[in-house]
């Protein structure tokens, strides 16, 4: 394991998270300035993942073909020219492109997490995307506060601050970050791209692949049952507990703490005594006793030790699946692989916010009542597909 390239590209993702922190829960406040109803607010948010689950699975194809270091130059840029539309946004058009383009370029993080793949070997591969993971949580953490610190006079100065730390994400990969892919891996990578991008029909092909179809089926499932928590949160615990925004964002901000330390801390001791099939299985036993506890809760303490088991449960998982869908598809189909499963998270998030909050207008338990329940199915599905009856190794090349 290179140390030095783990570091280097560890350091790039934050800064590039951390923007991407500041500004993204400033967009309902910017997007009402403009005098927008809630539900185009709601349209420009989902136009993010919206665009991301078509960009991410194209972008790590590319980077299968081409090298990662120029498919990130290409990704950071789009993010520091969203975030560029997104400061002189006057109108909701401008706040639609902003985050189209951002989306569509989106594929930093499975083209990271590619990077990962190509400087770890598999013994060392989970400790590597947990720090990833652990980059990805810290932007969420600090990013939000400091977001709120500079919107005091507007919300020209967080974007130009994130388009800053986009910038300084971009130099980082020019100057610091050597290619991670041997050319041997982009011969062999030369027919994976281009390639379609992602749709229905690109995903119910690689559901049907051994090995990576549970993986993937994991991921939707995984995303669809956690986004009933991550996405409505707030709204939750106003509803709920009458707590205020601020108070919303301390928990939030605590969950991200407890998830950092997991992916940070916490993997790569787990990976070393377990297998990632078990650590997978376990970690949606801890997804849906959280989001049982977190719909139920009936007072504050009492949700805060509910984000106990959500933490190591969004932790483990997020970090585990992406390690093992990388040792189950060939050294050139990684990035595509990735960013598919990238793209396929980002699907789920494009219609949980409006469901759930559909379902939390009947009664604010529903949506993590159903969350919990979608992942006590996923609970006994990974232990057959991944345990019990596991699809045969990948053949080697022949």
Do not use: C
């Amino acid at each position: 394991m290179n140390r030095k390239r783990l570091f280097n590209i560890w350091f790039i993702v934050f800064i590039d998270l951390l923007g991407f922190g500041l500004i993204l829960p400033l967009l309902p406040f910017l997007a009402n300035d403009l005098g927008i109803s809630e539900g185009t607010i709601g349209l420009i948010v989902a136009s993010y993942p919206a665009a991301q689950m078509v960009g991410a699975p194209f972008l790590g194809r590319l980077s299968d073909r081409y090298g990662r270091r120029p498919i990130l130059l290409i990704s950071i840029f789009g993010t520091a020219i969203g975030y560029l539309i997104l400061g002189i946004a006057n109108t909701v058009v401008l706040l639609f492109l902003s985050r189209i383009i951002d989306g569509l370029t989106g594929g930093n993080i499975s083209v990271a997490q590619a990077y990962i793949t190509d400087i770890t070997d598999e013994k060392n591969r989970a400790k590597g995307m947990g720090m990833i993971g652990a980059a990805f949580g810290l932007g969420f953490i600090i990013g939000p506060a400091l977001g709120g610190i500079l919107s005091k006079d507007g919300f020209l100065l967080p974007a130009l601050v994130s388009t800053g730390f986009a910038t300084l994400s971009f130099l980082g990969v020019l100057f610091f970050l050597p290619e991670s892919l041997t050319e041997e891996v982009r011969r062999r990578g030369d027919h994976q791209a281009p390639r379609k991008s992602f749709n229905i029909r690109v995903l119910i092909e690689a559901l049907k692949r051994p090995r990576i179809g549970p993986l993937l089926t994991l991921r939707i499932g995984q995303g669809f049952a956690f986004n009933t928590f991550q996405t409505i949160f707030s709204l939750f615990a106003l509803s709920r507990f009458g707590i205020t925004t601020q108070t919303a964002g301390f928990i939030l901000a605590y969950i991200g703490v407890l998830i950092v330390l997991v992916q940070g801390l916490g993997i790569g001791p787990l990976a070393r005594r377990y297998e990632e099939s078990q650590l997978t299985v376990a970690a949606m036993v801890f997804l849906a006793v959280a989001l049982f506890g977190y719909a139920l809760a009936p007072s504050i303490p009492l949700l805060m030790v509910a984000m106990v088991p959500m933490a190591l449960g969004a932790g483990i998982f997020n970090t585990v699946i992406n390690t093992s869908i990388s040792k189950a598809v060939y050294p050139e189909e990684i990035g595509g692989t990735l960013g598919l499963s990238n793209g396929s998270e980002s699907f789920t998030r494009v219609f949980s916010p409006a469901a759930s909050g559909y379902l939390l207008s009947l009664n604010a338990a529903i949506p993590g009542l159903i969350g919990g329940f979608l992942a006590a199915l996923l609970v006994p599905y990974a232990y057959v597909r991944l345990i019990a009856r596991p699809d045969p190794p990948l053949p080697p090349r022949g």
